[in-house]
């Protein structure tokens, strides 16, 4: 089945936590004809479940779309997008048990690198598809996102066995007009994302400055802590070029602050462990030093709550 774009429409789209990132993904790929399912909490899913999800994006025009909502998966689905933050994570995977799941593609736009490793335990039978996004984007509201970047980009890994299902899905994505890239290393596309997130959340938070200002007023730490960074994602047998990253900070939107920054001013838990904490983990399983690194994250975790 295809709708006048002559795309696959029939991709069934569950939606675990439709916030920033969620929220949109669910309204473009609902907009281009996939069965959506939002899962989140009864107040939140009996919202969207009556208003749909509203987009105001200078990328993609501001638009509303209806999806359908509930609390739990009940009915099998295509494939499940994990959107919630890490620190949400074991409570929100409640609403998916496993045996509703069943094989479906498990796709977990999450920051960080160890939760992968936690899904695959959680639901064996699935396929789990390691997978990051670019993007910013905020939850204005119940059922209202703000896409504030001029890009959404999401890479996905096809794993052995995996790869026609992935492929189905990076079609769907592309037709909804996600920048969508399909590769074959999973380190390389997890540590890839974390070489350039972690110095941005890092350092915006700390400064509680956007990516412009922390690129110029904190630009010996941006190195240091893409650096080390770098260091250990190579160690974990990913490729890392610190120019290449320090030149894609220089690139982004002046403006641009990260969702560790947005969560920390709001009094929200942050992402800290799964992003900074990550990076120290690994740092010291390899026996490899990263002071600054270390640093922001001692001075973060005292000034923040973080679950």
Known sequence: ???????????????????????????????????????????????????????????FGDFTTPVDAAERLTTPVDVCIIAVKATQLDAALERVPADVLGDALVVPLLNGVEHVDLLRHRYPQAGVVPAT???ESTRTGPGVIEHGSPFVTVDLVATAGLEQRVQRLADALRGAGVTTRVGDDEQAALWGKLNFLAPLALLTTAAQATAGEVREARREDLRAIVAEVAA???????????????AFFDGVPAGMRS????????????????????????ATRHGIAVPVTARYVDELRGRYPTG
Do not use: F, K, N
Not at 28 to 38: H, M, P, T
Not at 232 to 246: F, Y
């Open 259 to 282: 969702s560790m920054q947005r969560d920390a001013a709001a009094g929200r838990p942050i992402e800290l462990d799964a992003i900074g904490g990550a990076v120290v983990r690994s």
């Open 1 to 59: 089945m295809s709708d006048q774009r002559g795309q696959d429409v029939g991709l069934r789209v569950a939606v675990l936590g439709p916030g920033g990132v969620g929220g949109l993904l669910a309204a473009l790929l609902a907009r281009a004809g996939a069965q959506v399912r939002c899962l989140a909490r009864s107040e939140t899913a009996a919202h969207l479940q009556a208003a749909g999800v509203r987009v105001e994006s200078g990328q």
């Open 232 to 246: 250990v994602a190579r160690a974990e047998g990913a490729p890392a070029d610190v120019d290449q990253v320090v």
């Open 133 to 135: 996004i670019r993007v």
